[in-house]
């Protein structure tokens, strides 16, 4: 069965551009994204890992560590890495997994093959400190993934997990959320000292608690 939000992350252990990579251990207690691509040297796939590179800060700002897979060699991923500097300005300094043998795309489920039955989609998994699966997103080979977007849910899953709200459409850092149905409206009085609006008894808005 296909890996769900709650699962423990697989663990797994694989060859990568920095050297072997034990996951959980890599892992240590930092929030992780986890993402695929369908092949080296491939144009869609330039621009995302250059991109992934011009956002290393505000990974880095929300404790959160960067890994890419595909299922070509590391000798593959360091030769491409000096087109991705050359083309995109930035040369990726998070570790590329060389899933030759494909032990990580079989465990998350990353080739889907009625889509390809030899190159893994543009997966992304966000993984918890916990260990535990968080977000999934699937891509084809055809669309770059808006890596604005990975950031802005782990800006929620941050803020939800210690506050009980939830993030409403198009939230950004620092905009209004929702109190969670399950908080009464006297206890939310309590847990939200900065007020909320009722617009439906389900729909009760307060500002961001923590910003
Ligand atoms: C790309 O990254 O450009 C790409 C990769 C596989 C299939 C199609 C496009």
Not at 12 to 34: K, N
Not at 46 to 68: A, N, S, Y
Not at 180 to 197: E, I, M, N, Q, Y
């Amino acid at each position: 069965m296909a890996l769900q939000l709650g699962d423990v992350a697989p663990d797994f252990t694989q060859d990568s551009t920095q050297g072997t990579i034990r996951f959980h251990d890599w892992m240590d207690d930092s929030w992780v994204v986890l993402f695929s691509h369908p092949k080296d040297f491939t144009p869609v796939c330039t621009t995302e890992l250059g991109q992934v590179e011009k956002l290393r800060r505000e990974f880095e700002k929300r404790h959160c560590k960067v890994i890419g897979l595909s299922v070509d060699s590391v000798e593959d991923h360091r030769a491409w890495m000096n087109d991705i500097q050359e083309t995109q300005g930035a040369r990726p300094s998070f570790p590329m997994l060389a899933d030759k043998d494909r032990t990580v795309s079989n465990l998350f489920g990353m080739i889907h093959p009625n889509a390809d039955d030899t190159a893994t989609v543009r997966s992304v998994f966000i993984i918890g400190p916990d260990k535990k699966v968080k977000l999934t997103l699937t891509y084809p080979a055809s669309t770059g993934r808006n890596f604005d977007e990975v950031l802005r849910v782990i800006d929620s899953l941050q803020l939800t997990a210690t506050h009980r709200v939830a993030t409403p459409a198009n939230w950004k850092q620092g905009e209004d959320c929702i109190i969670v149905p399950a908080v009464s409206s006297d206890d939310a009085r309590k847990l939200f000292p900065k007020g909320f609006r009722e617009v439906k008894p389900y729909l009760r808005i307060t500002p961001q608690p923590n910003a």
